[in-house]
């Protein structure tokens, strides 16, 4: 079983908002509270990088410097879920993303496409 679900990706314009969505399935959800969480993107013919993380307790956030206030990352640990609420979006933030824990990660979902264009 794929222990994330990626959601919410779509085509937007430059400067429009879309809010993705992480499920957790599987040993994955058993162990969600346990880890902090990622959320990840991969652009075509780049690497994989980090774009937010939210830790598990009190949830301190960090974000990539390139989306440092326009990007918002949250968790609902009764659900089992994580969102990234992305506005001003640009076409650097066109990529695949992924969720994932922070460290010690474990086999990747589908992910969701996200495309910035006009």
């Known amino acids: 079983q794929i222990p994330f679900a990626e959601f919410g990706g779509g085509l937007v314009q430059p400067g429009g908002s879309l809010t993705l969505s992480c499920a957790a399935a599987?040993?994955?959800?058993?162990?969600?509270?346990?880890?902090?969480m990622g959320w990840y993107r991969q652009a075509p013919g780049k690497t994989r990088e980090l774009v937010a993380s939210?830790?598990?307790?009190?949830?301190?956030?960090k974000y990539h410097d390139s989306v440092k206030g326009r990007f918002t990352i949250s968790r609902d640990n009764t659900r089992k879920t994580i969102s990234l609420q992305m506005n001003n979006l640009r076409s650097e933030d066109t990529a695949l993303y992924f969720c994932?824990?922070?460290?010690?990660?474990?086999?990747w979902g589908q992910g969701t496409q996200v495309t910035v264009s006009s």
């Open positions: 939210i830790a598990t307790g009190f949830g301190a956030t």
């Open positions: 599987g040993a994955a959800f058993n162990t969600f509270t346990l880890f902090d």
């Open positions: 994932n824990r922070l460290s010690g990660q474990i086999p």
